[in-house]
């Protein structure tokens, strides 16, 4: 036998190996012309991979503290073997995930994944979203330089501007009134164990919801296949589309090893709380739209404090944005067009703000 | 007429009585302040008998508590303007110009007085005023020089500190322009007006008036301000020494430093100018416009070959830092990390900063000492550049094996996939 | 295999296939591992210490002498007093950025861009500079002389 087959049985032996994985040698996904976009979410996972493993090493020499935080990176960046790859990789595969993640979730939006019974997935996803960015939020103030302490000056004064539970919620995010190294400290907590904590529990559910629901098929189709189920035409995972996605993933590493090399991520200045921030000092590109949309409200609506309104504008559509199936009918056949509309009009806005917010002044 | 009288003592009591309601009145009005009642009628004058309330406000004399009277003589508590500008209560009037030194330096000359109000102003203006130019041809009866008010301003003087002054720091030589600016009102004096223009286009203008370091010379820093006087032809390079120590070392035990006494030169101001002065540049050596040796020097002398090896040696120094820079730079921006040896460019920086100074010893070897220094330094953080560079380019090829190794796999796996497929 | 399935051309392809594949796989797998063994292997220098270096040995400075050292990205100037005491601070002017000097016949630090001079506490006593030096926390540990920012409170 070969070896291959020796281990197999081993563990099936042990963990009834083989019934574990029936259900996922059955799983099929459809094949239509818009199934590239299946590959999202596979990708996504696969950079949250390389994250976890990049940032496992950048563990190994990273030093959070005001102190030391920024040497200790411009230490991995200039003596440690190759710390310059896997830093600028982490750096990279961050926004790049991000990237696939907001496409992911469009991607499922305009497939109208999310009916039922797909709901929870729905979710799931959402939440991995939002702390995704949160991911992003954290970490970029690590290497403790300019352009990150202000950045997350400005980002946590906006959370401040929640009515009530803002100002509370700003100093337990910075650890005190200000931005200070108890901020990094804490910021270093939130990305390597809280937040970690929590994708790995809601992944595990988005997942396992995947796997016992199967890939969704556009409504039109599963209307069309239903009616004529002879006419479904539909793909094994494992090992065919399994082998495509490995294809998409092997070009990820090509791509995040060229960025990586040929732009490695930049060091910047370290911080100084003293100096006056930085003219034009923006957030990273994920959170422009929200940032040029909070620049654009009139200082005052009616009697309503501009920023506050945009804030709460904001929470109240996250809120929304997570209960969306909820608003969907469940029947294939007659899905609602306004969440459509609604689809198209979030990713003109979410596209249209960012690229004004990096244009603008 | 008992009835009149009786009238006339109702009226003188009435006045009396409305008289002192009317200075309790005015000093509650005039609560914490010296009665100025000068300024009753006098803010309400034109000029140049106008004086309002607001620029008095402004003038440190008053706020010290002084009054018009102080220096006008009167009575300042009067309201009556004969009692308040009468001879007898020691009203002079219009201060004439030639008095106002003698008057000022009444108060200011007296250190007993001054010590009361502020102990650590100086008391020697007036005799330093004495010694300098203005004073002297003051004393000759020349009224048109400048006495003190001509600076300091009247009735709003501030404090030199005070940055609307017109003896600030920052504003002194607009001041001193007012009349060594105008060429009409200088007509008969053999001095030059070009000299605040001359200063505007100079270094230390734009360090003092454009980037505001008030170490900055300006007009009194080098002529003094009280006992204001041209240095000096043969005392030059001391004024300019107490800030530029090295180079006057280095000149003092120069050839230069004899040669320009002998020939009553100016010292410094021989080659650098003395109001317009610019930022010097290594061209000073060369043998263009703007060169400074070649107009004394003769052509292939010894000292002109000296010159050559001076100029020499400073642009190879400049070159050296240069080259390093640039390599660097590129190096940066492929994301090299190279601060290290961008710390090192500031010291070679240094040393070309050195080697400039060193000029003014007009000696080769000593310049030469300072070159050699640079060079090293540069061409230490040069060989750094070019590795950071090779690093860059192996980095490179390192990609290029596992892009290449991908897509060997990319390839594979279409092939694979093909397979099972078919 | 056994020798008939050799001879077949499926097996030609097949081996073409697994030569790509496997060679591919495994050459990229090596060049992802090399860099991480690499990487997993702390460098020589094993500090880059943000806020604290070792500025000098114990015998290196003479009473009433300095040193120039660099610290972070500028430099600082070690100085050891008279009396024997350390002293350290920024060595970059707070006029125009000059590197300053310790002056061993003024006992006093020194720019000689324009004759600024500070005191031993890097207080600027005479001339342009209108700043102090910062100064910075001085610690012996067995022979080496340790230069450390002030903490922030």
Wanted: glycine share 10%.
């Amino acid at each position: 036998m070969s070896p291959l087959r020796n281990v197999r049985s081993w563990l099936d032996q042990r963990f009834g190996w083989d019934d574990l994985i029936a259900p996922l040698r059955k799983k099929t996904v459809p094949l239509h012309r818009l199934s590239y976009w299946y590959f999202l979410g596979g990708i996504t996972l696969f950079l949250f991979v390389i994250q976890v493993l990049t940032g496992i090493l950048l563990l190994l020499y990273y030093r959070p503290g005001a102190n030391e935080a920024f040497e200790s990176v411009q230490y991995i960046m200039t003596r440690v073997q190759f710390g310059w790859l896997i830093r600028s990789i982490h750096s990279w595969s961050a926004n790049l995930m991000i990237f696939t993640a907001f496409a992911h979730m469009f991607s499922v939006l305009f497939l109208k994944a999310y009916r039922k019974p797909r709901e929870l997935t729905w979710v799931s996803g959402v939440l991995l979203l939002f702390l995704v960015m949160g991911f992003g939020f954290s970490g970029y103030l690590l290497p403790w330089n300019t352009l990150a302490f202000f950045a997350t000056k400005v980002g946590t004064e906006i959370t401040g501007q929640v009515p009530i539970i803002g100002k509370p919620m700003m100093i337990f995010l910075r650890g005190g009134e200000e931005v200070t190294g108890a901020t990094l400290t804490r910021f270093f907590g939130f990305h390597v164990a809280v937040l970690p904590g929590i994708a790995t529990v809601l992944l595990l559910l988005h997942l396992l919801l995947v796997q016992r629901l199967g890939i969704s098929i556009p409504p039109k189709l599963e209307v069309q296949w239903t009616a004529n189920p002879s006419a479904k035409r539909e793909m094994k995972f494992f090992p065919n589309f399994l082998l495509r996605e490995l294809m998409a993933w092997y070009v990820a590493l090509g791509v995040l090893g060229v960025l990586a090399a040929v732009f490695p991520w930049n060091l910047g200045v370290k911080a100084d709380p003293f100096v006056p921030a930085p003219a034009g000092i923006k957030p990273e590109w994920y959170f422009l739209f929200m940032f040029q949309t909070l620049k654009l409200i009139p200082p005052k609506v009616w009697f309503i404090d501009g920023e506050i309104l945009g804030v709460l504008a904001f929470g109240l559509v996250g809120l929304l944005w997570i209960l969306l199936p909820f608003f969907e009918s469940d029947q294939p056949s007659r899905t609602k067009r306004w969440i459509t509309g609604l689809a198209v009009f979030a990713l003109a806005y979410v596209a249209g703000m960012s690229v004004y917010g990096h244009l603008a002044k | 007429m008992a009835i009149l009288q009786n009238k006339c003592w109702l009226f003188s009591a009435v006045r009396q009585v409305g008289l002192a309601g009317f200075v309790v009145l005015a000093a509650c009005l005039g609560f914490g302040q010296t009665t100025n009642s000068c300024l009753d009628c006098h803010s309400a004058l034109p000029d140049p008998l106008g004086v309002s309330q607001e620029k008095f406000s402004q003038d440190i004399h008053a706020q010290k508590g002084l009054t018009c009277a102080s220096c006008h003589g009167g009575d300042a508590t009067s309201d009556d303007p004969d009692k308040a500008m009468s001879r007898k209560a020691g009203w002079k009037g219009k201060i004439d110009r030639k008095q106002i030194p003698q008057l000022c330096g009444s108060c200011h000359s007296d250190p007993a007085y001054i010590r009361q109000f502020n102990p650590s102003l100086r008391t020697d203006q007036l005799g330093q005023y004495r010694t300098s130019v203005h004073g002297k041809r003051f004393a000759a009866g020349d009224t048109k020089v400048a006495v003190c008010t001509d600076c300091h301003s009247v009735h709003d003087l501030r404090a030199p500190s005070d940055p609307r002054s017109t003896v600030n720091p920052v504003n002194v030589a607009n001041t001193c322009s007012r009349c060594h600016a105008d060429a009409s009102y200088m007509k008969g004096y053999p001095i030059p007006t070009d000299q605040f223009a001359k200063y505007s286009t100079s270094v230390h203008h734009q360090a003092l008036a454009v980037r505001g370091d008030l170490s900055a010379p300006t007009c009194t820093t080098c002529h003094g301000n009280h006992g204001a006087a041209p240095p000096g032809v043969d005392k030059v390079q001391n004024v300019c020494s107490n800030c530029h120590a090295f180079q006057a070392q280095m000149y003092e035990k120069s050839t230069h430093k004899k040669a320009f006494d002998a020939a009553s030169l100016p010292g410094c101001v021989v080659c650098h100018g003395n109001h317009g002065i610019g930022h010097p540049s290594d061209a000073y050596l060369g043998t263009g416009p703007e060169a400074v040796c070649m107009r004394c020097h003769t052509p292939g002398d010894r000292c002109d070959q000296a010159r050559v090896g001076l100029q020499g040696g400073l642009s190879r120094l400049d070159e050296a830092i240069k080259g390093a820079d640039q390599i660097l730079r590129v190096a940066e921006s492929s994301g090299m990390e190279v601060s290290e040896a961008r710390l090192g460019q500031d010291q070679a920086r240094d040393s070309l900063t050195k080697a400039r100074v060193t000029i003014h010893s007009f000696r080769t070897d000593l310049v030469d000492q300072d070159i050699q220094a640079g060079l090293k330094i540069a061409s230490k953080n040069l060989q750094a550049g070019k590795g950071a560079m090779v690093e860059r380019n192996q980095r490179r090829v390192g990609l290029g094996i596992s892009l290449i190794a991908i897509g060997i796999v990319l390839v594979g796996l279409r092939l694979y996939i093909k397979k099972i497929e078919s | 295999m056994t020798g008939d399935q050799l001879s077949q051309p499926g097996a030609t392809r097949r081996s073409v296939i697994g030569i790509f594949l496997g060679g591919g796989l495994l050459a990229s797998f090596a060049s992802f591992i090399y860099p991480v063994l690499r990487y997993l292997v702390p460098p020589a220098v094993a500090d880059l210490g943000g806020d604290e270096i070792v500025a000098a040995k114990l015998s290196e400075l003479k009473p009433n002498s300095g040193k120039i050292f660099r610290f972070g990205n500028r430099p600082g100037l070690l100085i050891r007093t008279a009396s024997g005491e350390y002293r350290a601070m920024s060595a970059t002017c707070t006029h125009l950025s000059c590197t300053v000097q310790y002056r061993d016949d003024l006992r006093q630090v020194w720019c000689a861009c324009h004759n600024g001079k500070y005191d031993l506490n890097g207080r600027n006593i005479s001339g342009p500079p209108p700043r102090p030096l910062e100064g910075f926390e001085v610690q012996v540990r067995g022979d080496e002389i340790f230069v450390r920012r002030r903490r922030e409170a």
